[in-house]
């Protein structure tokens, strides 16, 4: 089964450089030995401690593996984090860079951008974005690869995408880190460097 649902996402892709990140939170553990098998090596999860109990033990099993971290991230867990993954999605406040950066601090970050400027949804706002950027970038020597978000549900997604892609292009980034299993083709059509894709890949999560 994942085998054909890769390949309707590798066909949507094409010939776009755009890397599927494999959303493996809450799935089984036959479904990730099935996508190894499937030559998949780029997994997103969105809890820390769910991550390391998944693949502590196959990142030696499996050395070409690449965990992208696309949830939320509390600062006392900012240290594990940056040594379990290779890249993180969700960096979104001053707090949170300093700590990362006191651990690892050339670890490729995206920022997350709150595009919907929901007051319950993470994300830097749009109006603070290019400030906080150059803090990063200048201040603290971050690497931010680019921009990352997650669209309202009540809203065009390709609404969000565009802009997400406009303040990127802003910025001279080139990562755009946004579509889900609902909406990666939208994503692809504006340029997504990185779609995370889950439930369409591996089938419905275990609640
Ligand atoms: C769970 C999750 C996904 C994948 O969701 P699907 O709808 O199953 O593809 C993508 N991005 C983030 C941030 C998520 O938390």
């Not at 020597?141 to 390709?158: F, S, Y």
């Not at 802003?170 to 059509?189: E, K, Q, V």
Request: charged content about 25%; proline content about 4%.
């Amino acid at each position: 089964m994942i085998t054909d649902n890769q390949q309707t996402i590798r066909n949507a892709i094409g010939k776009q450089n755009t890397t599927l990140i494999a959303v493996s939170k809450k799935q089984p553990d036959e479904r990730i030995e099935e996508a190894l098998a499937c030559g998949i090596r780029t997994f997103g999860e969105n809890r820390v401690q769910e991550a390391a109990t998944r693949w502590q033990k196959r990142r030696a099993i499996y050395p070409d593996l690449k965990l992208h971290l696309i949830g939320p991230l509390q600062t006392n867990k900012a240290k594990t984090a940056t040594e379990l993954f290779d890249v993180i999605h969700t960096l979104d406040r001053e707090k949170l860079a300093r700590e990362i950066v006191k651990h690892r601090a050339d670890i490729p970050c995206f920022i997350q951008v709150n595009t919907g400027d929901e007051a319950q949804k993470a994300g830097i706002a749009l109006s603070d974005l290019d400030n906080f950027y150059k803090w990063c970038v200048n201040d603290l020597k971050m690497t931010i690869c680019g921009l990352m978000c997650i669209p309202p549900v009540d809203a065009p997604a390709g609404l969000h995408f565009g802009l997400l892609a406009d303040r990127a292009a802003n910025l001279n980034l080139n990562g755009l880190s946004m579509g889900m299993s609902n909406d990666y083709p939208l994503a692809l059509r504006y340029g997504a460097s990185h779609i995370r894709v889950g439930s369409s890949l591996f089938g419905e999560r275990q609640s």
